[in-house]
Structure formats: structure tokens, C-alpha cells
């Protein structure tokens, strides 16, 4: 009976021992499936948490890149509105600044250029028909003189000095300084008047723009502007010359050449030769300013108070020559005249095949006669000129005379 109990206790023992062991492989198995659900659920929630972080961070770009975008458009209307250019905030455009640089380059080049212009073997004299004690004609393009009358002579410039004058003050302004003005004292127009020198008319203490001081200057060769444009380059007339006689050191004519005033005053220390102004003038006309200048036939100065519809002015040598074939068109003048120098004038021409010539001549006997010597030049080296229809008897009667219709 005992033997009986025992065995039943044994058998009930690995019952409830076997009832605890699945209980606890239940409970484990739960734990398991409990740990795997965790994991499985953390893997979800990182692969979302990335998935959403990478969403947002493009939305982020996304409206950053609008919002700069945005930006960018509200600068490109602001900008699209504001000039070109502001002192504090410049907009600079390259090539602008480099074409610049390059014309400022070829004008400091051009202001160290030296002019040169040389005899050959078919330099030729002056006929009879040039009444022009002195006299040169210079071929620019190929450097040589094509004839020459005592070229190299020292003679007095009178007024063809104002070519230098026009072409320091060129020199030594800025490009916008055209539009400054500048006020005409009575010492200045006493300076004029009392040398009876050519005026524009400018009043005493009138205010007159400094591009009109350029016009005034050669046009009608007015003292008044030549002055006037001096005192204002360099502050006074003698400062003035000083610059001119640096400027023929420059182009290399100051042993021929020499100035005392702006205006081709007489004064024995003031001389030049055909050559030496015939090389000034080659360098004024490679001036834009300077060229401009000098080819303007009629010019109107600007409004003033005194002069409220400005003042006509003519280059009178333009004018008259203007209706004489010679084969091209001379389209820069000056002329000049005082007692010692007599009439005199340097001219340039051109025609449509590419001959540039320079003429200077110097004493001769009246202003027709000095238009008509500079006519007869370029007339015999200008190649396309055609000489039919030329009434030579009616010329030769207005280069002694004047024309017939201009009162002496």
C-alpha cells in the first residue's frame, strides 16, 4: 500500500512538474513573441521616423529653394528699376570696364605719340600759283612730305597756335567736364580788346559752358574762349603755356617751337615752322574732341543770361572752301593771321579712297588768296580730283578779290 502511494505521488509529482514546465515555456514563448513584437515595431517606427525625416528635410529645401527663389525674383525687378550704376552699390559690366581701360590706354598712347612726316626723292617744290611764302603738304598715312616751300623755316603762327590750345585743354579735362562752366572776367576781355584780337563776344563776368570755350576757341578764333579755356585748364594763362611748350617737348618739336600765349599773339619768342604745325594739327585731329572741333562749320553757344539765344560762330574757312572741287573734303581748319605772320591757315582733307593730306601755309598776301593756295595743293595731290567744270578765271578773280558779292 505504501509502495502504491509512492508511485502515485511520483507520477502526480512529474504531472504538475511537467503542468509547470509548459506553463513556464508558455510564459517564455510569450515573452518571445512579446520581445519580437517590440523589435519589429521599433524597426517599423525608425524606418517611418527616417522615411518622415527625410520628407520633411525636402520639404525644408523645398520652401527654402521657393522662399530664395522668391527673393531672387524681388531682386531682379528691384534691380530692373535702379540705374545702371550707384556710387555706394555699383553694377559693374565687364566688358564696359575693359573697353574702358582700352580707350584710356590709346589716349594716354596717343598724347606720348610723336608725329613724323619726312622728304623722298619725289618731294616736290611749290609752283608759281602758291603765292604762300612758306608751305608744306604732308601725306599722313605714308609719313612723307609730297611738297614743301621753306618748310622748316622759323615763321610766326598767329591764330593756327589756338590748334594747340584746343588740344592741351583736350588733354587735361575729363570727357565730362564739357558741360562745367566757366565765368569770362574784363580782365579777360581787356586781354582781347586791347590786343585786337578776334573775339566770340562773350560779356564781361557772363558764364559760358566750357564746351562752348572749345568752339569759341576756333570758330571764329575768338581770344575771349582761348583764354577763357586756358584759365580754366590750368588756372591761370601762363600756366596754360607752360603745358603747350610740354606738349611740344612731347611731340618732339620744342627746338623748332616755341609759344608765349594761347592766342598766336605776336611775340618774336613765339614761332613755329609749316612742319611743326602741320604735326600739331595731325595730332589734334587724332583727338575726337580736337577733330570735332575743327570740322564744325557753324556752331550756336549755349543760352545765357546775357546772350539768351547763345551766339552764332562759323568757321569761316570751312564756309568758303566748302564749294571747291579737289578731288575730296577738307574737313578740319584753322586759320591765323597777324602782320608779322601774314595770312596763313592749316587745313586737312580727305577723300573716299583713303588719301588723308595736311596742308600749312604761312604769309601769304589776303584770306581768299590763303584759301585758294590750300585749294591749288590739294587740288594737284588729291588723285581723284577732276578738274572740268572749274571756272579758273572767276577763281583767280575771287582768290585776288574776294567774290563778288562780299562787301571789303
Known sequence: MYTIRLELGR?????????MQAKRDEEELAAYRYRAKQIWYAKKIGKLSLHLGFLIGILILVFTDISKFNELRELEALLAKRP?????????DLTVVEEMRQKAEEYERLKSTQYFAQTTDSTEGMGEDIISKYGIVV????????????????MYPASMTK???VLVAAENIAEDSLEDTFTITPEINYYSSSHGASRVGFLDNETVKVKDLFYGTILPSGADAAVGLATYVAGSHEAFVDLMNKKLETLGLSETAHFTNCVGLFDNDHYCTCYDMAMILRAAIANPLCREVLSTRVYSTSPTEQHPDGIEISNWFLRRAEDKPIGGTITCAKTGYVKESGNCAASFATDNNGCDLIVVTGMSTGSW???YDHVGLYRKYMPGYDPSGVDTAKESEEAENGPADEGN
Open 163 to 165: 590748334i594747340m590750345t
Open 139 to 154: 601725306d599722313i598715312n605714308n609719313e612723307t612730305i609730297l611738297a614743301a616751300r621753306d618748310a622748316k623755316t622759323r
Open 84 to 92: 545702371v550704376f550707384y556710387a555706394a552699390h555699383p553694377v559693374i
Open 11 to 19: 507520477e502526480l509529482e512529474d504531472l504538475l512538474f511537467q503542468k
Open 369 to 371: 588768296r590763303c584759301i
